[in-house]
T-cell receptor, first 113, second 112 residues
Framework: EAGVVQSPRYKIIEKKQPVAFWCNPISGHNTLYWYLQNLGQGPELLIRYENEEAVDDSQLPKDRFSAERLKGVDSTLKIQPAELGDSAVYLC???????????FGQGTRLTVV | GDSVTQMEGPVTLSEEAFLTINCTYTATGYPSLFWYVQYPGEGLQLLLKATKADDKGSNKGFEATYRKETTSFHLEKGSVQVSDSAVYFCALSGDNTDKLIFGTGTRLQVFP
């Protein structure tokens, strides 16, 4: 069974440019998460979806970040415009139910120059 | 708010040495506790978990016991291998939520 798939694996952009990350969760997993991992730190939750509904987006910087999960399957995370401080690894995870084990993708490493 | 504190790395050991990575937590109620591992170039993987006090999680020779009295969940392995070299994250999820709160991670380096 395929795990959580994220693309791209790496992205380098200039500041003020937009960028988007894509996540395909494990089939049948209703819960999807986006985490941000800064260098040398643990992941921090940005947003959590139950199916297509964002049930916890309190940590998402809504002035420049947006996310969607159309049809309750794939999800995209967008930053517009990107800032130097957004350089980090963006992790997607999914779980079959709320409270179930979270399975993580390999992440997208973003570098803003 | 809830938080996790784990020992800073890197932890450097010779093969077959005993491993302890300390983890303590602050949380209200009765959180679930986890250890995740991140091997080079791979995503985070759940290593083990414990959902209530005195539970012991175990996997691949690693163990951790949920100690409510000391608010700790220390990771141990009796004999490490080179292949155990990775970054280990302690995490919790609080009552009525599945939001994971992670520690900063501890890098383990095992040399032959």
């Amino acid at each position: 069974e395929a795990g959580v798939v994220q693309s791209p694996r790496y992205k380098i952009i200039e500041k003020k440019q937009p960028v988007a990350f894509w996540c395909n969760p494990i089939s049948g997993h209703n819960t999807l998460y986006w985490y941000l991992q800064n260098l040398g730190q643990g992941p921090e939750l940005l947003i959590r979806y139950e199916n297509e509904e964002a049930v916890d987006d309190s940590q998402l910087p809504k002035d420049r970040f947006s996310a969607e999960r159309l049809k309750g399957v794939d999800s995209t995370l967008k930053i517009q415009p990107a800032e130097l401080g957004d350089s980090a690894v963006y992790l997607c995870a999914s779980s079959p139910t709320m409270g179930g084990e979270a399975f993580f993708g390999q992440g997208t490493r973003l570098t803003v120059v | 708010g809830d938080s996790v504190t784990q020992m800073e790395g890197p932890v450097t050991l010779s093969e077959e040495a005993f491993l302890t990575i300390n983890c303590t937590y602050t949380a209200t109620g009765y959180p679930s506790l986890f250890w995740y591992v991140q091997y080079p170039g791979e995503g985070l993987q759940l290593l083990l978990k414990a959902t209530k006090a005195d539970d012991k999680g175990s996997n691949k020779g690693f163990e951790a016991t949920y100690r409510k009295e000391t608010t700790s969940f220390h990771l141990e392995k009796g004999s490490v291998q080179v292949s155990d070299s990775a970054v280990y994250f302690c995490a919790l999820s609080g009552d009525n939520t599945d939001k994971l709160i992670f520690g900063t991670g501890t890098r383990l380096q095992v040399f032959p």
